[in-house]
């Protein structure tokens, strides 16, 4: 879905998947958490993107790794995110990725 809007919606588009998830959670009426965990804080990593402090520093499943980097790509090409988004998004995401392959 998120890849096939303009980028200009994108960050709104994400910020009501977290909320709708939020919901879902609170109503226990949820998918499976490894991916509810992973859609959320990619949302909160768009939401925050300018702010450093704010980046999470979580595990997400490595299948969802290059979706979520395309798309920080995309919006930083096309304005939408500051330039350095692209390598808070690696540091925030990529190191428990690389735990990840080296506890399989």
């Known amino acids: 879905m998120v890849e096939r809007l303009p980028t200009k919606a994108v960050v709104s588009a994400v910020e009501l998947e977290r909320r709708m998830l939020e919901d879902d959670l609170a109503r226990k009426r949820t998918v499976p958490m490894e991916e509810v965990s992973s859609i959320i804080a990619f949302c909160n990593f768009l939401e925050n993107a300018a702010d450093a402090d704010h980046a999470p520093r979580v595990g997400v499943p490595l299948y969802h790794l290059g979706f979520y980097r395309a798309t920080v790509k ?19 995401f990529f190191p428990a990725a690389i735990k990840t392959l080296k506890a399989a």
């Open 74 to 92: 995309r919006l930083v090409e096309a304005g939408e995110l500051p330039y350095e988004t692209a390598a808070l998004f690696d540091n925030a």
